[in-house]
């Protein structure tokens, strides 16, 4: 499958590791933040806004594509690459996140997922063969595989039943994606907070030799030191010549300690939707902007930030526009969280490279949660 991965530096005191990531789109080193571009769009952000805060892959959701407006006319537009004018990176997820935790989910059978619409009750079905098609009509760089992704609250029982089937509905997925395509497929090892089926599960898949993994099913409501523990059982089951994708993960802080734990690759939608209710991202915290304290803080949101935004504008203009409901509020929001969550990345990789992980982690840290903002 058309994916490169070549790991370049490891940290001396950690998992961490830097690497070179190239698809049939692009190339770029990791570790990595995707930022979210749910329906064909990362919201308020053009693409050249994404390139001029050097994001390097995007990643669009298969469920709502699906939805609206169908695979089938994003084929007919040359894919999402062409449809959405993007032409580094994509990945696509599944689609079985928002079957679980949207829709109103009918009946899970073996053969798939029955479910309907959240937005209009309509009857659906996917399958691990329904999902790949989807993807290889939407023609993204790397594809998930279809898995059952079960609430964060699953007992052991449960699990034991699901993460089988999600195996089996990977290894339907590797049957029916080509070998010399363009496409790379990741398996997905589920699990919960069980280390015991986590672990197995990334054993199983590992036979099926995916290009990549996806660790799932975390940030759904477990405690931190669940998650940090899963991934100090998983990440090193995990072939270390392989990239490492953790779904949906999440703050500044989560990211820094997943990279120390070895984790290349990550998505979220929180900058952006903190941003449209007014809340950013800075050296020193969260700063929710349209609170009244900052209506005559005539400074950056960020004095350690050089984004465009942070040169240019001030909290208490960004605050008027937020209050006003104008547009531009959003977009400034949108923009400085993005540039701070890349910036971030960037800030990681550098301290890998030069052996100062811990401390960069520690410093930051210490900064973040500062009151003092």
């Keep these: 499958m058309s994916l490169t991965f070549q790991v370049q530096k490891k940290d001396e005191k950690t998992p961490a590791r830097t690497a070179f990531l190239q698809t049939a789109h692009s190339s770029f080193s990791t570790p990595i933040f995707m930022p979210v571009g749910t329906q064909a769009a990362v919201k308020a952000m053009s693409p050249r806004d994404l390139k001029e805060i050097k994001a390097q892959i995007i990643l669009g959701n298969t469920y709502h594509l699906y939805l609206r407006p169908g695979e089938k006319l994003i084929a007919d537009a040359g894919g999402l690459h062409e449809f959405m004018n993007w032409d580094r990176s994509i990945l696509t997820d599944s689609g079985g996140f928002q ?29 691990p063969e329904k999902s790949m098609q989807i993807q290889q009509d939407l023609g993204s760089d790397i594809i998930m595989a279809f898995d059952e992704c079960p609430p964060g609250t699953s007992d052991y029982q449960y699990l034991k039943k699901s993460v089988p089937r999600t195996i089996r509905w990977a290894r339907r997925c590797r049957e029916v994606i080509p070998e010399n395509g363009k496409q790379a497929l990741f398996g997905i090892v589920q699990g919960g907070i069980f280390e015991d089926l986590r672990c197995n599960c990334a054993l199983e898949l590992m036979e099926l ?32 010549e392989k990239p490492r994708y953790l779904m949906g993960v999440g703050t500044p802080v989560d990211i820094i300690e997943a990279v120390c734990r070895g984790v290349d690759m990550f998505d979220c939608v929180l900058p952006t939707r903190m941003a449209r209710h007014g809340t950013v991202f800075t050296s020193r915290g969260k700063l929710t902007v349209r609170n009244a304290k900052f209506k005559k803080q005539f400074v950056p949101l960020d004095s350690d930030c050089e984004c465009y935004v942070c040169r240019e ?61």
């Design 209 to 240: 030799d995916f290009p990549g993994y996806a660790i799932g099913g975390l940030s759904v409501g477990e405690k931190k030191e669940d998650m940090f523990k899963v991934l100090e059982a998983v990440v090193p089951v995990l072939p270390q």
């Design 99 to 127: 079957v679980f935790s949207l829709a109103d989910l009918n009946e899970i059978k073996e053969d798939g997922v029955f479910f309907q619409s959240h937005l209009d009750g309509s009857r659906h079905f996917i399958s």
């Design 313 to 373: 504008f001030t909290r208490g203009y960004i605050r008027h526009l937020i209050k006003r409901n104008e547009i531009l509020g959003v977009y400034l929001t949108t923009y400085h969280n993005l540039y701070f969550y890349l910036q971030l990345m960037s800030d990681l990789r550098k301290a890998i490279e030069n052996n100062q992980l811990l401390d960069f982690r520690n410093k930051f840290l210490q900064n973040y949660f500062n009151e003092d903002i």
